[in-house]
Every structure is written in C-alpha cells, then in structure tokens.
C-alpha cells in the first residue's frame, strides 16, 4: 500500500514557530522547536518545495511586565536587548528564518486590529463583567502571571494564566481559586471589571472537524481533541494592563497576549513579503488558495495553537494551518525544565562560548528522540550521539573515503557507479521523504547513519589500502564509489548539520555554500570525475573528556544546588564578597537624614515613585523602587536614611539624585522597609 504523501508538493509552504517572549536568555529548551523546525524547512528544501520559513519575539502581556518592573527598566526596553538576542544567537545555531520581527511591530498592531474588528464586525464579541483580583498592597489589578493560587481542575499551586505545576490547562481570568499576589504574596480581594469575550463556545463543531483532519502529530490533535469533548467555554480577550495593544473601544484595556501572538505569524509573513519587494506575497499563504502552513509548536502552548488561533482564523476568514507539530517537552538529567530551579542549559554561556559546535547540539536535538516525546538532556548522552554516531560512524567513512583518494588520486577517480549503492541510495531517499511526512526527524538521522554504516561496510570489504598495491584502476572504481556515497551523505546531512555539510562539500572540490542549494535527489548523481579534491580533514571531532567532565560538574553544580535548596537543605550560593575597600573609601560615603515631602507615583512603573526629599541644605529628587510596597502617602513625612553624595542617575526617565537605604523586612519576604530616624532632623549625619 502507497503511503500518502503531502510533500514534496507544488504548493507554497510556510512554517512558522511559536514566539518566545523576549524576557531573557536562549536556552536550550526553546531549541526543542526551533531546531526540528529548521531541519524541516531545509528537508522541504531537499524536496524542491517552495518554503517560507517565520517566527518573532513575543514582547506583550504579563510575563514581559513582570519582569521589567523588577528590573525597573520599560517593557520595551526589556524586550529590545532580548530580541536582539535572538535576532544574533538563532544565526549562530544556523536557524535562517526569512523573517523575524516582533509583535509589537506596526504590522503586527495592524494585523490585531484589524482582526479584532473584523470579530466585532461579524458579532463574534461581547462584552461582560467579571471579578478579577485586587491587591491593596500593590494597589493594581492582577492579570495572569500577577496571579498565583489553585488550579480548579487538579489542585495544585499554578499560575494565573496557566496550571504551569499540574495539569497544564489554560485558566480564564477569574477562574482561579485562593488567588493571591505573585508580586507580594498578599491575599487578593474580587473587582467587578467589564471585559469583552470571544464566543469561542460557537466554533465546538468547526474545531472537531479541523483537528479530525488537519496534519501533524497524534499529541497536538488528541490533546485538543479532548478538551473539545469537555465543552469550551468564551474565551476572555482583554486584560487590565497597560503594556500591549489597546483594545479598540475601550482602550482602558489591552488586548490579551495570546491574541496578538500568533496573529504575528500572519504579519511576521506580511514583514518577508516587503523584504522581497512583493507585498501581496504574504497572501499565498494566508488568503484562500492553495498555500500550505505548518505551525511548529511545543506542547505546553497545544491550547493556544489548536483552539484558539483556528476559531481565530476562522472568525476573520483566513487561512487555517494544515499542519501542527508538537514537540515534547525538554528536562534536565530528569528534572522538569526550569530556570527558576536550576535546571536549564544556557546556549550562549552553557554551550556557543565554550567553542562547541553549533551543529552537534541540532543534530543532538532533532535526532536524539521521536518528535513528540520529551528529550531529557544530559552531557552524557550529548557525548554519545556526537562520538559514536557523528564521529565513530558518519565522520570515521567520510574521512576515509576523501584521504584516501587525495592521497593516491588527488581527484574523483574514473569508475562506476554500482547499482547496489544506488539501490541504497534509492532507499534512503524515499525513506527520508516517508519520514518529513511523518514529522519524524530522528528517522531520517537514523537513515543517514544507516548510510553512513553502508559506506563503511563497503570501503572494509573493499580494502583499498591492500588493493590500491595491485590494481590501481579497480581502486580507483572503489573510491569512485566511496566518494558517491559521501556526497549523497553530504547531501543528507545538511539539514541537521549544515556547517559540516558544507566541510565535506567542499572537500569534494564543490563552492561549500552550495551543498545549501543541492536537492535530494541529487544524490544519485556520482561526483564528475577529474574533480580536483581538497585537502582533507576530518569533518567533526569527539567532545573533549575535560570539557565534558567541566560541562557535566556546571549542570551538576546547578541541580544540586537547585535540588537542595528546594528540599531545605542548603541555602542557595550568595554572591561573594566584593572586594575590600579602605577605611578612607568608606569615609568617604555621606549618610544624613532626610524627610520625605512629596511622594509620587511614576507613570507607567508599578514599582517607582519619585520623592522630593529635605536633607538640611537643600531639597533633593530621588527615584526609589519600593512602589510595589508602599502607598505614596505612606511614605510621605518619613525621616530616613539617605545616600546623598551618590552619582545622579536616571532611574524610569527621571535624574535621581540619591537613594534611600532600606532592609528586607522580617516577618514579610520580599519586603523591604526604610531606616528610619524620625528622631534626627533633615541633615543630620550619621556618624
């Protein structure tokens, strides 16, 4: 029986990736789907499709604000340095998108608006009052992340926005129970606020439907399928936060994060189309036609990307995804991914600056396990795959075959090619294209050493070594071939390990860069002989046993810290200690009293408030960040302790001319409360 194919194709493809929120480092948990993406796109490629290929950074909502109040920098601030981050890291990993913007682009605050209408338009929203929760100690409305409490499905602590330690559902606002402050940790009082609804519950029977037929993988589907079968409820799209885009009509609020994130794929594509001087160009895939789109995604946003974004696109008549790929989640040596606690695996810090090779982590990624199932990462078997896969088994054949022909030929010998080989070949194109409909990258990576283990079966056998003593020209057709099969495996491996692609590529006397451009079945072609070859070298090399020993005491260090300090045992590590100073530096630091006249909110920062302080010789602007603490009139009439010969600074867009000491508070954690001297007048030293 013929196994259906969707591709190749002659249709135009787009594959985009979930956004990641540009609010910190790249780790190695986000390469669980941008890697398998990236080796699609370039399999694609192989399969002479035309493929377009987008992603961005997601710079709104809660978890961006979050962590630039704490910070005390602006959201976009925060979300520039991050994205360009990306923007200078995806490269270095050979991920090439053709484009990625942010959804805080005009295109993407277009695109969400007009949309938005377009649902207002056609009655798909209505407006309803709703209790959200009120922290008094913050003075301010808690959307999503602001909010912790109990999930109401499993019970156990989760996020505002998301059952993020149990079950993984997605939360309405409101839906929570025992809600109190992430920020504080104070118990959270109900405000009735009006919010607008997307009738999400109308779109049951179209979701069934789509999800029974669209492509991708079983997990994607299932699990929404299953959520599905429990009855959908509207869907709140608004939020009461002042970073994101304002919801056109009431623009008091802001339009939820999950509805102008994946809208970006849309406008991420419309950003390509101008690149390319083709500005309709974006319609191919997104307007009615025949244009293709496969959304990769991880499986912790299956509800965003199987419920959501298709009732979306069906709302304002545009194209549905045909495809959606869930990868599994990542962990470490067996732990749940987590930066908070340790374990996570810094790209840049962990991996690039430590000189390791780009390609070994994409191949480690995308080959090590089944698409859909979770990749437990470890240095160990990080080492394994590279030394006995890449090295032992597909860098041991072609060195071989390459040295050896320069060695005694120093071009591609006469010969011809065996059919047995080509058979081989044969094979394994049509397995690698059986395996890119499957969305199963590990199987062509199994293929490619299946290869690999072929062309060392066949130089053993062949003992060119002895043979070259006595026949010259039968060993020339033996290495004829041997060069075959390392160019079908140059060809075959440039997806996953581009880098080394192109080293091979090269050697086989060929432009390096354009191994990029070869398709599949361009391996069955023999290389044209009288090619002069270069010189070789070997194409990747085992992983060193003191970095690896260094690499695995760093994530070692990391767990068991994190581990114990979880478990009560041992506190985290503390900073060291900063350098000694001089008896004469420190007399040099001028503490007075100072009495707080005015107190004042700064706008837009939850956790800054401007002061006008009295410090006996004149009056003083200073910015201090216990906002998220203190009323302003709480502190207002305060004497406390001031740093009054500090450099003057700009702190939230205001020139602070000071600071005011303080302390953690004891019986409150996180808390911190001024030193006060209500006894001294402004001015006065303290000794």
């Known amino acids: 029986m013929t196994k259906l194919r969707n591709y ?289 995604i991880g499986l912790d946003i299956v509800h965003h990307h199987c419920i959501f974004f298709p009732a979306m696109l069906k709302a ?97 010998p006469k010969g011809k090619f065996d059919s047995k080989l080509k058979k081989e070949l044969e094979t394994a194109i049509d397995t690698i294209t059986d395996a890119v409909n499957e969305y199963e990258l590990k199987k062509v990576a199994d293929e490619v050493l299946r290869i690999a283990a072929v062309g060392n079966e066949y130089f053993q056998s062949q003992q060119p070594w002895k043979l070259v003593k006595e026949d010259k020209k039968k060993t020339g057709e033996v290495l004829y071939n041997a060069l075959a099969l390392s160019k079908a495996l140059a060809i075959f491996i440039e997806p996953f390990l581009p880098s080394a692609a192109e080293t091979i590529w090269g050697q086989l006397g060929n432009d390096p860069t354009s191994v990029h451009e070869t398709l599949l079945k361009d391996a069955l072609i023999p290389p044209a002989i009288g090619v002069k070859l270069s010189k070789p070298a070997p194409v990747i090399s085992k992983i060193d046993e003191e970095l690896l020993a260094e690499l695995k005491q760093i994530i070692s260090d990391r767990v068991t810290t994190a581990s114990a300090a979880q478990s009560g045992e041992v506190e985290l590590k503390l900073a060291p200690i900063k350098d000694t100073i001089t008896f004469d530096d420190f007399q040099k630091i001028d503490l007075r009293a100072g009495k707080i006249l005015k107190c004042e909110k700064v706008k837009g920062k939850d956790r800054l408030l401007k002061i006008e302080v009295d410090i006996g010789t004149e009056k003083r602007t200073m910015v201090t960040g216990l906002g998220h603490l203190y009323k302003p009139e709480e502190l207002e009439g305060l004497t406390g302790l001031f740093l009054v010969n500090l450099e003057p600074k700009k702190i939230g867009g205001i020139e602070s001319h000071g600071m005011i000491l303080a302390v953690e508070r004891a019986d409150k954690e996180g808390a911190w409360v001024p030193v006060k001297l209500d006894e001294l007048p402004p001015g006065s030293k303290a000794a």
């Open 8 to 296: 190749p194709t002659k249709d135009p493809v787009l594959v985009t990736c979930g956004l990641p929120y540009a609010s910190g480092q790249m780790h190695i948990g986000h390469l669980r789907t941008y890697v398998p993406a990236d080796v699609f796109v370039r399999l694609l490629k192989k399969l002479q499709v035309d493929v377009t290929f987008v992603s961005g950074s997601d710079t709104h909502g809660t978890p961006i604000l979050t962590i630039s109040e704490s910070l005390g920098i602006s959201p976009k601030e925060l979300y520039t340095k991050y994205h360009n981050h990306y923007l200078e890291t995806f490269p270095k990993l050979n991920i090439n998108f053709d484009n990625y913007g942010t959804t805080d682009d005009k295109e993407n605050v277009d695109r969400t608006l007009q949309i938005v209408k377009e649902w207002q338009k056609n009655d798909y929203i209505y407006a309803k009052d709703l209790e959200t929760p009120y922290c008094d100690s913050c003075g301010r409305s808690l959307p999503d992340r602001f909010v912790r409490g109990t999930c109401p499905h499993c019970s156990v602590d989760a996020r505002g926005d998301e059952c993020d330690q149990g079950c993984g559902r997605y939360l309405e606002p409101g839906e929570i129970l025992n809600p109190r402050c992430a920020i504080c940790g104070s118990p959270t009082r109900p405000v009735t606020r009006t919010h607008y609804y997307f009738k999400l519950s109308e779109f049951e029977g179209f979701l069934k439907d789509y999800l029974t037929n669209v492509d991708g993988t079983k997990n994607a589907k299932n699990f929404a399928l299953g959520w599905i079968k429990e009855g959908l409820n509207d869907w709140c799209i608004t939020r009461d936060l002042e970073w994101g885009i304002p919801y056109p009509g009431d623009e008091d609020l802001t339009i939820y994060v999950w509805v102008d994130a994946p809208i970006h794929y849309i406008s991420s594509t419309e950003q390509w189309a101008k690149k390319i001087k083709k500005p309709k160009e974006w319609e191919k895939y997104w307007k009615p036609g025949n244009g293709r789109i496969v959304n990769y």
């Open 316 to 412: 304002s008549g545009y194209n549905l995804a045909s495809a959606i790929v869930a990868s599994g989640m990542v962990k470490i040596e067996g732990h749940n991914f987590s930066r908070g606690r340790g374990y996570v695996v810094w790209v840049i810090e962990d991996y690039l600056d430590r000189g390791l090779d780009p390609d070994y982590l994409r191949y480690y990624i995308a080959a090590y396990t089944s698409q859909t199932k979770d990749l437990d990462f470890s240095w160990d078997t990080f080492a394994e795959k590279v030394n006995n896969e890449l090295v032992a088994t597909l860098g041991n054949f072609l060195y071989r075959a390459v040295h050896f022909t320069h060695k005694h030929f120093g071009e591609v």
